[in-house]
């Protein structure tokens, strides 16, 4: 049984002063380097004899302001990128990427290169449940917010990149990162 290491880089691109966003009207925050061509694709896979890599960039969000219980937060949405759903943390952008894994094969993740950049004055919208799909259209649940959770002040993603474990489907190995 072999290994197939898959490194992962993410690349928001720079390690340039933290963006304030405090008081900032509803718009599009750039995350590519000054005088480099927009990225135009996100995910990008090269192919090794033993390695496949995968480079995933965040060309930028954009921001609305949406006010709820005397707050105001910071929905943020990233083209093709989807946003985490856990009901009441904060919903931030995400990219799931699957790649097909050889039978026989454990892959190993881990990160080859990360690049952060720190974003001030910004309080994100926290993701609600979703409304159940009947009709006609109940009522909307109450909104949710984990304040414990708004409370901390620490780093929650232990590893902007993780893997689930090798998943079936229609007879292929999946892998998800």
């Not at 933290?18 to 990225?39: K, M, Y």
């Not at 995933?56 to 969000?61: I, N």
């Not at 001030?120 to 009709?135: E, I, M, N, R, T």
Request: glycine letters at 6%; one cysteine or more; proline letters at 13%.
């Amino acid at each position: 049984m072999g290994t197939l290491p898959v490194c992962a880089q993410v690349d928001p691109v720079g390690k340039e002063p933290a963006i304030d966003l405090q008081g900032a009207a509803d718009g599009w925050v750039p995350l590519a380097e000054a005088g480099r061509a927009p990225v135009l694709r996100e995910v990008t896979m090269e192919h090794e004899p033993d390695v496949v890599r995968v480079k995933v960039a965040l060309p930028g969000f954009s921001h609305t302001a949406r006010k709820e219980s005397g707050a105001t937060y910071r929905e943020l949405a990233s083209p093709g990128w989807s946003t985490a759903l856990e009901p009441g943390r904060p919903a931030v952008p995400m990219k799931t990427t699957l790649l097909e894994m050889p039978r026989g094969v454990v892959p190993v993740v881990r990160i080859t290169n990360l690049v952060e950049r720190r974003i001030k004055g910004l309080s994100v919208w926290p993701a609600q449940p979703p409304l159940p799909d009947v009709s006609p259209q109940p009522p909307a649940p109450p909104f949710q917010r984990d304040t414990a959770y708004y409370a901390e002040d620490v780093y929650h993603q232990k590893t902007p990149v993780r893997s689930q474990e090798i998943a079936g489907l229609r007879n292929r190995r999946l892998l998800a990162i």
